[in-house]
Nanobody
Framework: QVQLVESGGGLVQAGGSLRLSCAASGRTFSRYAMGWFRQAPGKEREFVATLTGSSGITYYASYVDSVKGRFTISRDNAKNTVYLQMNSLKPEDTAVYYC?????????????WGQGTQVTVSS
């Protein structure tokens, strides 16, 4: 069982920045693929970013096109934490952000999800 706890959401003006954190339990965190997803009101949940790599050494980042160049996903395996640095925020980034873990490392099947953290970007 993997538990995920997100933090760092809040209200920010357009053009501002936020950093989300997701603390995970589990002894083999370094081998998990970790992803960030978001769900805006009235919309389906969408993929935002992921770090994959089951070796625990080399990771590969990928992003949805709408956040490329603005968001950065990173991880600190010593702290069992994954981050999402969000810069140049836009009102359309407003959503509940969720982190998720794929214990297989490939980012294909996310087995565990956090409770979500609200991000609101005002215009």
């Amino acid at each position: 069982q993997v538990q995920l706890v997100e933090s760092g959401g809040g209200l920010v003006q357009a053009g501002g920045s936020l950093r989300l954190s997701c603390a995970a339990s589990g002894r083999t965190f370094s081998r998990y693929a970790m992803g960030w997803f978001r769900q805006a009101p009235g919309k389906e949940r969408e993929f935002v970013a992921t770090l994959t790599g089951s070796s625990g050494i080399t990771y590969y980042a990928s992003y949805v096109d709408s956040v490329k160049g603005r968001f950065t996903i990173s991880r600190d395996n010593a702290k069992n934490t994954v981050y999402l640095q969000m810069n140049s925020l836009k009102p359309e980034d407003t959503a509940v952000y969720y982190c998720a873990a794929d214990i297989g490392g490939r980012g294909r099947k996310y087995d565990y999800w956090g409770q979500g953290t609200q991000v609101t970007v005002s215009s």
